[in-house]
């Protein structure tokens, strides 16, 4: 693949159990591996066979990932060649399908094998307790209901992705319209937001009947796996063995007690600042100074060199990972024409090596977004001596630490792209964007568990659920005139249709992140060794032991929460 911005890489380990020349774009070429791994586990009589061939599936689970990451970054790299396309959609296609249910076969010979008792327990209970839930939540007749899903929430997306508004003679998409929510024209803002409610608004009775339908697929799809309501379902689904539903509930209530408070303050002096009556929807994006964008560097080189210099400062393994990211070309961060939009982290399974991806224009965001990135890449080098490839990565709960942790961490250090005031102001929005998250994180988690433990609900209750949330986590913004919008606000969060109860991860992962962050600022080096020790262990561990192993505790209720709330706002305050 000649469009790939790294050139070959260093295999980690000499391939044992997949050829050297083998074309893993090829389905024919695959199957016998499949067939192979299947046969042999009827032969594994020792502990030790089992292990063997435990590595040699992991060993072909990477190369396959990494084939299916290389014609990924091709993709996103290249969105203009059309052969880059072909190739990752040939993939997705032709050979992900034939895959799965092959990958399946072999976790269920694996959970129902013989000489499992034989492996040493503690060395496997995670990796025993994942294989045997994708096995056990197995039903036949989910697979169509499944497909479904997706449809349904294709047309989720189909409907979002469509919506554009006619603004001063210029058809925009949404995500454009984003942008004039920072303006400080007060009236151009509210123009901009009221365009974009009421084109949603328009489509309200579209969504309506889109959930409707996927509460609906997911309620079966939960009874036929015996389980009385979706909600329990999807934390099986999700792997959720460290917390249950009432743990959720008491980080709700741990936000509204000790979070909600510091939101209300911040909206305060943000309303006194922008001098304005009443803080309206359109009030809460724009600088509440009127002062004009940060701008932390010109050139991505600068982007790059800066943030090694922070990583300098913080630990000199990260330093030395970081350094070695570049020299493998494993870094693409320009923005340019024919890239795919956003950012993002790849694993390269098989060289166990970390790839970023992003479109740095010279925004405080840029700064965010590298850093982030870069702690989700330290994660996969910390864990590359681990063989067993599901081991090799942690449940998104920790991953989000190693990424976030990075922010806070780096954040110390912005005076590599800002003079003093600035690198102060370009901290305080971040940390009001980490206070701000966790209301919305409640709101939406919370009206998941209420819509799935209310089956047979109306349209109407669920409404009405839905704005009791908002006066819980809300905050003080008025929304007279705009009642129906503040009603149906959720049908913009994708979670909510596309990926159900999947979005408190990143509340639990912001509190571990805080607690590394606050442990750093007793001891830098201490919480930074133990902060590399967690991403060493991978997704080896519980959750709950990744979280000791970097300093923190795994609990969310006010306990954890409340002294985090206060190390928060003493750091605001000292930053004006
Ligand atoms: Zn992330």
Not at 213 to 227: F, M, P, S, T
Not at 504 to 522: C, M, P, T
Request: net charge negative; aromatic share 10%; proline share 6%.
């Amino acid at each position: 693949m000649s469009s790939l911005p790294f050139g070959p890489l260093p295999a980690h380990k000499p391939r044992r159990f997949v050829p050297e020349r083998i074309n893993l774009g090829d389905w024919a070429q695959i199957a016998p591996l499949f067939d192979q791994l299947e046969k042999r586990s009827a032969s594994c009589a020792s502990g030790a066979d089992l292990e063997r061939w435990l590595l040699d599936w992991s060993e072909l689970s990477a190369a396959l990932d990494e084939e299916s990451s290389k014609r990924y970054i091709a993709m996103t790299c290249h969105t203009d060649d059309a052969e880059a396309e072909k190739a990752y959609l040939h993939f997705v296609e032709k050979v992900e399908p034939e895959i799965k249910p092959r990958q399946f076969k072999l976790a269920r010979s694996y959970v129902t094998h013989p000489a499992r008792r034989k492996l040493p327990e503690q060395r496997y209970q995670v990796f025993d307790r994942d294989t045997k839930t994708l096995v056990e939540l197995f039903r036949p007749e989910n697979v169509p209901l499944e497909t479904d899903e997706a449809r349904l929430s294709q047309q989720y997306q189909k409907l979002s992705g469509s919506l554009t508004v006619q603004f001063r003679g210029e058809e925009k998409t949404l995500i454009q319209m984003g942008r004039y929510l920072e303006e400080p024209d007060r009236p151009l803002r509210q123009e901009a937001w009221e365009l974009v409610a009421n084109r949603r608004l328009q489509e309200a009775g579209k969504f309506e009947e889109i959930f409707d339908q996927l509460v609906k697929v997911r309620e079966r799809i939960a009874k036929n796996a015996g389980y009385p309501n979706y909600r329990d379902y999807a934390f099986r689904k999700l792997g959720r063995f460290d917390y249950t539903p009432e743990d959720c509930v008491r980080f709700h209530a741990a936000v509204e007690a000790d979070i909600m408070p510091v939101a209300r303050e911040l909206q305060a002096t943000r309303r006194t600042q922008l001098g304005v009556e009443k803080l309206r929807p359109w009030d809460l994006a724009v600088d509440p100074l009127n002062r004009p964008p940060l701008r932390p560097f010109e050139q991505v080189e600068q982007m790059v060199s800066r943030t090694q210099s922070i990583f300098a400062k913080l630990d000199p393994g990260l330093n030395a990972d970081f350094l070695r990211m570049q020299h493998l070309r494993l870094l693409d961060l320009a923005n340019r024409k024919g890239k795919a939009p956003g950012g993002y982290q790849s694993t390269l399974s098989e060289a166990r090596v970390p790839f970023i991806f992003m479109n740095a224009v010279g925004v405080q965001r840029d700064v965010e977004t590298i850093l982030h990135e870069a702690g989700h890449a330290f994660h996969a080098l910390a864990a590359r001596d681990e063989d067993l490839y599901a081991y090799r990565s942690a449940p998104i709960e920790f991953c989000e630490v190693a990424s976030m942790s990075m922010e806070l961490l780096g954040n110390e250090y912005l005076e590599a792209f800002y003079a003093a005031p600035e690198a102060k102001r370009a901290r305080r929005t971040h940390l009001e964007g980490v206070v701000n998250i966790f209301p919305w994180i409640a709101t939406v988690d919370a009206f998941q568990h209420w819509i799935y433990t209310h089956p047979g609900h109306t349209r109407d209750e669920r409404t009405a659920a839905w704005l009791e949330l908002m006066a819980r986590f809300g905050g003080d913004v008025d929304w007279s005139g705009f009642e129906a919008a503040r009603a149906n606000l959720w049908h913009r969060q994708l979670h909510i249709f596309i990926h159900a109860f999947y979005y408190i991860e990143y509340g639990i992962a912001q509190l571990g992140a805080l607690q590394v962050w606050a442990n750093s600022k007793q001891d830098k080096t201490a919480a930074l060794e133990h902060y590399k020790e967690a991403l060493g262990l991978g997704g080896s561990r519980p959750l709950p032991e990744l979280f000791a192993a970097a300093g923190c505790k795994f609990e969310f209720s006010r306990a954890t929460m409340a002294p985090l709330m206060g190390l928060v706002h003493r750091e605001l305050q000292g930053l004006g």
